[in-house]
């Protein structure tokens, strides 16, 4: 079976496929990434193949991940995003879903959805975070005022209508060219009047299944790839990890909104009123190694499975994957969110008891992170980090994703 993945995002966005792909070139099934060019290596390292999606990702997170995006300023930058080279994107996303016998599409990737309709092929959406209605919490990315379960349920019907209004508008023309009729007030929740199935790639321990949603709605546990092996740590990094108590893991990984040198300033300064030690990451924005205190290390990327076993506990942006990584490793867990689900994240982090509160990358302070870094120590929190841990190894969310492909694939054929 030839299954082609469609997904835009940041490296959070691709590396659940890598891991999945695992899985299902084990059950005999080759796997194609469809994203940006700076991940080809990535993909083609891990023994997939890759197809390009021409796009500016550092844009889309400025666009869609920065401070305070919502609502229609989301909207707006999708459309900006888009129209830098809009024939080329379709293109591109055409020509990798055509040869496909089954099409994986993230929120992002859903432009394989109209492929999908048009060539007839299977296809099943992929998600990090509750995308379907529910009134337990708002929809991910949409303002969590305390209006009670009819504001929750409202925000999904208003996600959807914004989705609904920039397909009309950007999409309509491209449509017409792929055999099918106009986009008028559909949903990407149904396709040709079923609905769509759906893998949501996250655990059931932070955020159980809502007693609303239909069978073809699947939460299967996080898809992490087990990357402890892989990983060259420099030898400083080895030194600094040996010389003295576990320190704290504090990186925010493709963000990229926002000043990160009055962020660097703050961090230390806390550490400094902490006086913990702590490995400072940078991403795709680097942090200043210069006149670093010999409390604190500064590493390019090192992989999560290698490294955060080896940490006292983990502060991070909050995408999905990271927050799988720091929790599997039993630690608790700080989220500084920048936005999209990331606030959603830290909340359930927070709720389940495994992390402080949240806090916003915009409402960032000195006294709010000192505080914050103190709480990493309780004792409590590390002993309910231990327990999320034990029960999130238990899952597979890879095979179980595996299963339900192969259980779909037998039923529509």
């Not at 008028?184 to 159980?208: D, F, I, Q, W």
Request: positive net charge.
């Amino acid at each position: 079976m030839n299954v082609v993945a469609v997904t835009i995002g940041s490296t959070g966005d691709i590396q659940p496929f890598l891991a999945l792909g695992c899985v299902l070139s084990k059950a005999g099934h080759k796997l194609t990434i469809v994203t940006f060019p700076r991940f080809q290596a990535l993909i083609e390292k891990r023994g997939f193949s890759f197809a390009p999606i021409h796009g500016d990702e550092d844009l889309m997170m400025k666009l869609l991940i920065g401070d305070g995006v919502t609502g229609m300023a989301y909207m707006k930058g999708l459309s900006a995003l888009l129209n830098k080279n809009k024939d080329e994107i379709l293109d591109d996303v055409y020509n990798a879903c055509r040869s496909a016998d089954l099409i994986l599409y993230t929120i992002l990737g859903s432009l394989a959805y109209h492929v999908a309709e048009s060539l007839k092929i299977p296809c099943m959406r992929t998600i990090f975070c509750p995308m379907d209605k529910t009134g337990d919490y708002p929809i991910p990315g949409m303002k969590d005022w305390p209006l009670g379960r009819w504001y929750n349920r409202l925000t999904y019907s208003l996600s959807d209508i914004g989705f609904s209004l920039f397909t009309k508008q950007e999409l309509n023309a491209w449509r017409i060219s792929l055999g099918l009729g106009k986009w008028n007030g559909r949903s990407y929740h149904e396709m040709l009047g079923k609905p769509v199935e759906t893998l949501y790639a996250y655990s059931g321990c932070l955020a159980p299944k809502p007693k609303v949603w239909g069978e073809h709605l699947h939460i299967t546990g996080f898809w992490t790839l087990n990357d402890e092996a892989v990983a060259s740590a420099d030898e400083g990094l080895v030194r600094f990890l040996k010389d003295g108590d576990k320190p704290i893991y504090i990186g925010f990984g493709s963000m990229v909104g926002g000043s990160f040198e009055e962020m660097q300033h703050i961090i230390l300064e806390s550490l400094k009123n902490t006086g913990q030690r702590a490995i400072l990451s940078s991403g795709w924005r680097k942090f200043s190694d210069d006149k670093l205190p010999p409390n604190v290390y500064c590493v390019d990327f090192v992989p999560h499975g290698w490294l955060f076993p080896r940490v006292k506990a983990v502060v991070h942006h909050g995408g999905a994957g990271t927050t799988a990584a720091g929790l599997l490793a039993g630690k608790p867990t700080l989220i500084i969110h920048f936005g999209g689900d990331q606030p959603f994240w830290g909340r359930q982090v927070y709720l389940s008891g495994a992390g402080p509160k949240p806090i916003a990358r915009k409402k960032l302070t000195l006294s709010l992170l000192t505080e914050r870094l103190r709480q990493l120590e309780d004792e409590q929190m590390q002993k309910t980090a231990r327990q999320l841990a034990k029960q999130l190894s238990a899952e597979d969310g890879c095979q179980r994703a595996c299963d339900i492909i192969e259980h779909y694939l037998r039923k529509v054929k």
